[in-house]
């Protein structure tokens, strides 16, 4: 990657940081030479990567960054830009997933959905991107998921905003090549994280009494299943590290089995016979 004369340190900005793929990517990127800024919403759920970072003499700093506001993204990359006038990285990871059918699923709901996992990154991106054009040189790594390419039942919104993100990701490449920006999607599969314990389930859809529950049980039975089977975050991190070092990167990458063929499964076969495959999957029944 190049670097803007008269500079060796490389800058990186990780968004959710307190935890999972945001943690261990922060470790990864300060591990190899990345002054890391590892951003959290909440200042009080820093002290595990405070620790790893101390403990290990890391080059982390962690600063608070709320996705949802202008305010405090403009503030944070401000700052970063004020004292380093440079950013190499930014990994745009925050995010949640929120459960239920869209007829269940308020437009409160909804909107703070997309507020995090879509608009929030694209507070990021458009703070970033001064900097790296200015200097000519940056890699903007979003977080879509395997989500964001194929859709699981009872996922509508959460999927809506990750393939929101692929597509934004896809248009960008081409405007931002000329400066010299790589825009990379990373697409996980099933990780273990706090993902599954933080996901979020629709007022209305978590009543017994939604028309919807008995498929919702089936989802909640069949997600417990996958998180078995997962990948560590340490898993992604290295994905992440290994495409920001890349000369040529790719413009997405795929992390996990499950996700790869899953991905694979839906650009083989015919929609109809995809659908069959994922209602058997999820409810048993084709």
């Known amino acids: 990657m190049s670097l803007p004369s008269n500079q060796t340190e490389k800058v990186a900005i990780v968004t959710g940081s307190s935890t999972g793929i945001g943690f261990a990517t922060s470790l990864a990127l300060a591990r190899n030479g990345f002054h890391t800024y590892a951003t959290v919403r909440n200042l009080g759920k820093a002290k595990a990567i405070e620790d790893v970072a101390e403990e290990e003499g890391l080059p982390i700093e962690v600063m608070e960054l709320d996705v949802d506001s202008d305010e405090s993204v403009n503030n944070a990359i401000g700052k970063v830009h004020e004292k380093k006038k440079r950013i190499e990285v930014a990994v745009n990871n925050a995010g949640y997933a929120l459960v239920g059918p869209l007829e269940d699923l308020s437009m409160e709901e909804i909107r703070a959905q997309f507020e995090t996992n879509l608009f929030g990154a694209l507070r990021v991106m458009k703070a970033v991107l001064p900097t790296m054009r200015e200097n000519r040189s940056g890699t903007i790594v979003n977080i879509t998921s395997m989500g964001g390419r ?18 934004i990701s896809e ?7 000329p400066f010299g920006i790589r ?3 990373i697409e996980p599969g099933n990780i273990k994280s706090n993902f599954w314990t933080n996901l979020k389930v629709g007022k209305k859809a978590s ?3 939604s028309p919807y529950a008995p498929r919702i ?21 290295k994905v992440i590290l290994a495409a920001v070092t890349s000369e040529k990167p790719l413009p997405r990458y795929t992390v996990g089995e499950d996700a790869a063929k899953t991905i694979e499964a839906s650009k083989q076969m015919s929609d109809l016979d995809f659908q069959n495959i994922m209602r058997q999957r999820f409810f048993g029944q084709s």
Not at 150 to 167: C, M, N, Q, R, T
Not at 218 to 237: F, H, N, R, T, W
């Open 183 to 185: 825009v990379i999607a």
């Open 150 to 167: 194929v859709a699981i039942p009872l996922d509508p919104a959460y999927h809506g905003s990750k393939f929101g993100l692929e597509g």
């Open 207 to 209: 009543s017994p009494d």
């Open 217 to 237: 049980r089936g989802l909640q039975k069949a997600a417990e299943k996958m998180s078995q089977d997962s990948l560590p975050p340490d898993e992604v991190a």
């Open 171 to 177: 248009s960008m490449r081409y405007e931002t090549e």
